[in-house]
């Protein structure tokens, strides 16, 4: 009902941690690291996840690796997502991961889902979906070492000729793993092709435990679609925010109230990339941080009309932080506005 409050029907429990909404922040190499996870937590995220870890990095201590665990400073709840090809190596990073009393987390997240070549290859993310057998052995060990409660993110299948996500699905339940994510494409899609919500009618019916969904939720008309077929628990947005937070306070504000915010301005966009910016920098330093903005910040112009000289710039001509803050003062003082 328009207007209407059910504040209570957004709680769901991962194990015996509380989740308060219905957006998830979907890990993203490269993107979600500590400043952005920061950032995304005023736009309606109830749960975030780091960036995924590689298990060999955490056993050999890899100095890079490391960086990814989550940090003090973190949002809670938060998951540190974990993959990797090999069970024995697996539980040996979890053991790790342990140990360290410095590093807090609330679930532990495992990528059966990352359908990028380099990591199916050596049988890690979605490859883990072509072995049953293999994956359920699997995720008993870690669901019997780990102190946290586990949560998995699947795809659909491998391929067209292979889609098993409903009958793994109450399975992998059966383990012991206390949240299921499903990104509704195969791995040989990758990130191509639409994201197939009408294999996922009704899904929630099928397990106990709270299912999260993903892929191409780039509009708060998207995710009510998607939450609609599926009678999910929350959506997990991942592209569709980059360079357009304003999408988690949507769907977060519609499933609290019942009420559409209205788009984001421009105005808007550019005081969150201001924000976002000072963030990165303080996380990575200066000349990391301007590198990744490249690829990122141009994204929080798009959609507006006469600004795509203005992208042009910071993706091509912007060297420093006083480049980007001169460009969007330039974007504010232009006849845009």
Request: glycine share 8%; with cysteine; aromatic share 8%.
């Amino acid at each position: 009902m328009e207007g209407s409050n059910p504040l209570p029907f957004l709680m769901f429990n991962i194990g015996s941690v509380v989740i308060n909404g219905r957006v998830a922040l979907a890990p993203m190499a490269g993107v979600t690291s500590y400043a952005y996870r920061v950032f995304m937590a005023n736009f309606g995220v109830s749960l975030s996840v780091t960036e995924m870890i590689s298990d060999c990095g955490i056993i050999y201590e890899n100095e890079e690796t490391l960086k990814y665990l989550p940090q003090k400073g973190d949002p809670r709840p938060i998951a540190l997502q974990l993959f990797g090809g090999e069970t024995d190596k697996l539980v040996g990073a979890i053991k790790k991961i342990e140990s360290m009393k410095d590093v807090e987390f609330d679930i532990l997240d495992l990528n059966l889902g990352c359908p990028v070549p380099k990591v199916t290859k050596n049988n890690g993310g979605s490859a883990w979906l072509k072995d049953e057998a293999r994956l359920l052995e699997m995720l008993k060990a870690v669901v019997a070492v780990s102190s946290r409660p586990v949560s998995v993110k699947i795809r659909l299948g491998w391929d067209d000729d292979s889609i098993n996500f409903r009958e793994l699905m109450p399975k992998i339940e059966q383990t012991g793993v206390k949240m299921i994510a499903v990104h509704f494409r195969t791995t040989k899609q990758l990130y191509g092709g639409k994201a197939r919500y009408e294999l996922g009618h009704d899904l929630k019916s099928i397990i106990t435990v709270p299912l999260i969904i993903s892929g191409d939720i780039f509009t708060l008309e998207d995710a009510i679609s998607a939450m609609d077929i599926t009678k999910a628990d929350a959506v997990m947005i991942a592209r569709g925010s980059m360079g357009n937070p304003h999408l988690g306070s949507q769907i977060d504000h519609y499933y609290r109230t019942g009420e559409k915010l209205p788009a984001v301005t421009l105005a808007q966009q550019l005081q969150y990339l201001r924000r976002f910016a000072q963030l990165l920098v303080d996380e990575k330093g200066e000349k990391i941080a301007i590198s990744n903005l490249r690829g990122i910040a141009a994204h929080f112009l798009s959609g507006f009309a006469n600004t795509k000289q203005f992208r042009i710039k910071i993706s091509q001509t912007m060297t420093s932080l006083a480049d980007l803050n001169d460009i969007l003062d330039e974007i504010s003082n232009s006849n845009l506005f």
